[in-house]
C-alpha cells in the first residue's frame, strides 16, 4: 500500500537548519510529485512547495520559502528531503509530506507529519 | 494569512447533516476544483473530497461537496461521532501560483 513515512520531530534554535525525510513506499516514485505542507499551531494548512518527479524533477517553491526551502530527492531510496534554514520561531509547526498524481491538483496520500519546534 | 475562509466551527448531533463553507476568489475557487481534506491531531490529513465533487474510494458517500462561483461546500449528512476533526478546503491559486488552503472548521458532534 501507498506509504509516506516522515523522520521524527526535532527541536531547533533560531537560525538553524533542519531537515525533514519523506520516505515513499507502495509506488512508482518516479511517476508522481510530492509537496511539502506545514500547519503551524492554530492556523490552516500552508503550501510550502512541489518536487514534480515525473517531470523533470522540476520544482516549484512558495513565494515566501525561496531563499530559504531546498527540496531533493534519492530515487534510490524513493525519499524526498526537505530542508528549511535560518529558522525561525514562527516555523514552529508539523510539516508534512504529501503525493499528487501529475496534474491531479489534489493530495492523496500523506505522511504522518514531523513536528519541528524552534526554540532558544 | 488564508485568502480562503471558513466558519471556525460547526456542530450537529448523531444523524444530523452539517455543512461547512468555504469562501474563495476568482483566482483559486473562482477558477479551480476544489479539494477537501479531514484532519485529525496525531494522524495523517485524509482525502475526503476531490475535484470538487468527487470522492475517493473509501470515503462514505455521507460526505459531498459542491461549488458556486467563489464558493465551494462540504456536505457530511449522518453525522458520527468519529467525524469530529477539522477540515479544510483547499484549492490551486492562479494569481499567487500556489496551492491555498481555507482556514479550517472544526466539526463537533454533540
Known amino acids: 500500500q501507498v506509504q509516506l513515512v516522515q523522520s521524527g520531530a526535532e527541536v531547533k534554535k533560531p537560525g538553524a537548519s533542519v531537515e525533514i525525510t519523506c520516505k515513499t513506499s507502495g509506488y512508482t516514485f518516479t511517476n508522481y510529485f510530492v509537496h511539502w505542507v506545514r500547519q503551524a499551531p492554530g492556523q490552516g494548512p500552508e503550501w510550502m512547495g512541489v518536487i514534480r518527479l515525473s517531470d523533470g524533477n522540476r520544482i516549484q517553491l512558495a513565494q515566501q520559502f525561496q531563499g530559504r526551502v531546498t527540496v531533493t530527492r534519492d530515487t534510490s531510496t524513493s525519499t524526498v528531503y526537505m530542508e528549511l534554514s535560518s529558522v525561525r520561531s514562527d516555523d514552529t509547526a508539523i510539516y508534512y509530506c504529501?503525493?499528487?498524481?501529475?496534474?491531479?491538483?489534489?493530495?492523496?496520500?500523506w505522511g504522518q507529519g514531523t513536528r519541528i519546534t524552534v526554540s532558544s | 494569512q488564508s485568502v480562503v475562509t471558513q466558519p471556525p466551527s460547526a456542530s450537529g448531533t448523531p444523524g444530523q447533516r452539517v455543512t461547512i463553507s468555504c469562501s474563495g476568489s476568482d483566482s483559486n475557487i473562482g477558477s479551480n476544483y476544489v479539494n477537501w481534506y479531514q484532519l485529525v491531531p496525531g494522524t495523517a490529513p485524509n482525502l475526503l473530497i476531490h475535484s470538487t465533487n468527487q470522492r475517493p474510494s473509501g470515503v462514505p458517500d455521507r460526505f459531498s461537496g459542491s461549488k458556486s462561483g467563489t464558493s465551494a461546500s462540504l456536505a457530511i449528512s449522518g453525522l458520527q461521532s468519529e467525524d469530529e476533526a477539522d477540515y479544510h478546503c483547499a484549492a490551486y491559486d492562479d494569481s499567487l501560483h500556489a496551492y491555498v488552503f481555507g482556514t479550517g472548521t472544526r466539526v463537533n458532534v454533540l
Open positions: 504529501a503525493r499528487e498524481s501529475p496534474s491531479s491538483y489534489y493530495f492523496d496520500y
